[in-house]
DNA sequence: TCAACATATGAACAATCGTTCATATGTTCA
DNA sequence: TGAACATATGAACGATTGTTCATATGTTGA
């Protein structure tokens, strides 16, 4: 992101918009925390992993039954997965052969279901 | 997304697969409704909407202000305020020669403080 | 140890995305 | 009406992303 400085005299209301820059100074969280923000929200913007989640909901699965309960191969799960392990979302855990993936926690639930009121509306 | 069926029979547990199957089908929502929910979250996943978002939840601005405030021009502040409105996640109101950017709904200030938990863990 | 299976991963590709630049549209005031 | 300002938008660009393919790693049982 480069800076471009617009002019601080900007729509002819130099009071407000000083005003603006204070509360903007003092609300917004550090950049870093919306960066991250940002690369959370992220993840949940791809359907593949939002259905992997809807699939975790309701079970713990290895990434075999994944793969085929969602019609895609298994490579491409598996790299979702660890995307969504990355960020902390689902967990996995080896049994033999077979690595099972879980929900992280519960966060996830309230997030997407926050997301679906807005989408039902 | 191209289909790629990978065999029934995967992981040697036939049964387990079978009723994951069928809790798939009873409760994934439909193909269409996570389309759009992975859309929405698509919305939060960058970081100049974030900031924008973070502004109009402290006041109505114009989109010279917020450009100013979050030194960037004019037209990527106009950019992402249209795919901001697109998604009704703002509205706008024009006053004069400027134009006036607010939230529409609060759900926006629940997803972003459901997200802003699960980043602080 | 070796074959068979389950999963992970790197490279490559097309597709999508955010910003910039140039310019168009809309509004006010002289 | 025309100049000045505020905003919107289309094209172009580099950057990022999701999937595929090929192959590597890890595990089991013979």
């Known amino acids: 992101m480069k800076p471009d400085f617009s002019p601080v005299e900007c729509c002819d209301s ?10 903007v100074d003092e609300s ?11 690369e959370l929200f992220k993840i949940f913007g791809d359907s593949t992993r939002i259905r ?3 699939v975790l909901f309701e079970a713990e699965v290895c990434v075999c039954d994944l793969a085929s309960a969602l019609n895609m191969n298994q490579s ?3 790299h979702q997965l660890r995307i969504l392990k990355q ?3 689902v967990k996995s855990r080896r049994e033999g052969k077979s690595v099972f993936y879980s929900l992280a926690d519960d966060h ?5 279901s926050q997301g679906l009121e807005h989408v039902e509306e």
């Open 14 to 23: 130099v009071e407000v918009h000083e005003s603006l820059l204070k509360i």
């Open 28 to 38: 917004l969280p550090p950049e870093e925390e919306l960066y991250d923000l940002a």
């Open 52 to 54: 992997i989640l809807f």
């Open 76 to 78: 491409a799960i598996s």
């Open 87 to 89: 960020s902390q979302l």
């Open 108 to 112: 996830v639930r309230t997030i997407i």
